[in-house]
């Protein structure tokens, strides 16, 4: 899980950057959106199966 919330987090910085979003292509930012929302889920599935196992 850590390694989601670490991807997660530089993803998310990446996007946040008005210069990258500006100056990336379309499909990178895009991409990357939908992958930062997968992540989130990811993550999201992990907590919620370590509280059922808690």
């Not at 987090?9 to 990258?20: C, D, I």
């Amino acid at each position: 899980m850590e390694k989601f919330q670490k991807e997660m987090s530089g993803l998310s910085a990446r996007l946040q950057n008005e210069n990258f979003v500006k100056n990336a292509p379309v499909e990178v930012v895009e991409q990357g959106r939908a992958t930062l929302t997968e992540l989130s889920s990811k993550i999201e599935t992990l907590e919620l199966s370590l509280q059922r196992l808690n």
